[in-house]
C-alpha cells in the first residue's frame, strides 16, 4: 500500500485530519494494524495527539472502520427516510375539537358580517382630480424648518426662511426644498378624506340630518360619550351615512 492509501485510511477514523495523518504516519505507524497494536501511552507520544484523542482512535480500531464516505450516505438516507415518513398527529380530546370548531364558525360569522366600505358618487372628473392629488402626495418632500439639524432648539416644524444672510431664503443649491405654489393640489380636492368624502364633524344625533350621503361622510366627535356615539351610529345606518372614525 502507498503512503496515500495509509494517510487515507487514517483520515476515516474520527478525530484525525490530513495534517494528523501524516505525523502519525511519519512516527513510525505505516499501517492500521500497527495502530491497533500500539497502546495509548505509545500514541501520545506523537505530536498533537492527546489521551483522550488516543483511547478513540484505538476503540475506533478495534471496531470495524468505516470510510467518512459510507458515514456520509448513512446519513443521507437516514434523512430521506425521515422526510419520507408522514407525520403522525396525536388524536385531540374531544373538547379541543370542539373549541376549534367554535372558533372556525366565530371567525366565518365574522367574515360574513364585514360590509364593503360606502363610496362617494363622484363625477369623472372629480375622480381624476383625487388620482392626481395622489400622485402629487407621493413626489411631495417634508418641509423642514431651517436648521432644524444644527442646533437642539430649533424643532422640525416649518417656518418661512428670513434674514439678509440666509442661504435657504435665496434658495441656493443642496438647500431643503421651499413651501411653494407649485406643490398644492387640485382646489376641489383640498380638505376631502382620502375616499373622496367631504368631512362633517357630528357632536348629536340631530346633525346627521343636514349631511348629504352622497357626497359627505360624518366624523364623530372626541369628547362624545359612548351611549351617544352607539345612537349616532344607528340613525346613520339608517340614513346610511358613512361614518369615518368608527
Known amino acids: 500500500m502507498t503512503k496515500d492509501d495509509i494517510i487515507k485510511q487514517f483520515t476515516s477514523l474520527k478525530g484525525v485530519g490530513k495534517a494528523k495523518a501524516e505525523v502519525i504516519y511519519k512516527s513510525g ?46 446519513a443521507k438516507k ?36 364585514y360590509k364593503v366600505k360606502k363610496k362617494p358618487d363622484l363625477s369623472k372628473e372629480m375622480k381624476e382630480k383625487l388620482l392626481l392629488r395622489k400622485r402629487i402626495k407621493k413626489k411631495k418632500p417634508e418641509f423642514l424648518r431651517e436648521e432644524w439639524f444644527r442646533y437642539k432648539r430649533i424643532p422640525k416644524n416649518w417656518r418661512k426662511p428670513d434674514g ?52 359627505e361622510a360624518a366624523r364623530i366627535g372626541s369628547k362624545v360619550g359612548t351611549k351617544k356615539r352607539i345612537a349616532i351610529e344607528k340613525k346613520a345606518e339608517e340614513l346610511d351615512v358613512r361614518i369615518l372614525n368608527r
Open 29 to 74: 505507524f505505516d499501517s492500521l494494524e500497527k495502530l491497533r497494536k500500539t497502546s495509548v501511552k505509545d500514541l501520545t507520544k506523537v505530536k498533537g495527539v492527546n489521551e483522550k484523542l488516543a483511547q478513540e482512535i484505538i476503540e475506533q480500531l478495534k471496531q470495524p472502520v468505516e470510510t467518512k464516505e459510507k458515514i456520509k450516505k448513512k
Open 164 to 215: 439678509i444672510t440666509s442661504k435657504m431664503r435665496i434658495n441656493l443649491k443642496y438647500r431643503p426644498n421651499m413651501v411653494k405654489v407649485g406643490y398644492r393640489v387640485p382646489r376641489d380636492t383640498r380638505g376631502l378624506h382620502s375616499s373622496g368624502f367631504k368631512e362633517i364633524p357630528v357632536h348629536n344625533v340631530n346633525d346627521l340630518e343636514r349631511i348629504n350621503p352622497k357626497t
Open 78 to 113: 437516514a434523512s430521506v427516510e425521515k422526510k419520507k415518513k408522514p407525520k403522525v398527529e396525536k388524536e385531540k380530546p374531544k373538547e379541543e375539537e370542539k373549541k376549534e370548531e367554535e372558533e372556525v364558525k366565530i371567525i366565518e360569522e365574522e367574515k360574513e358580517e
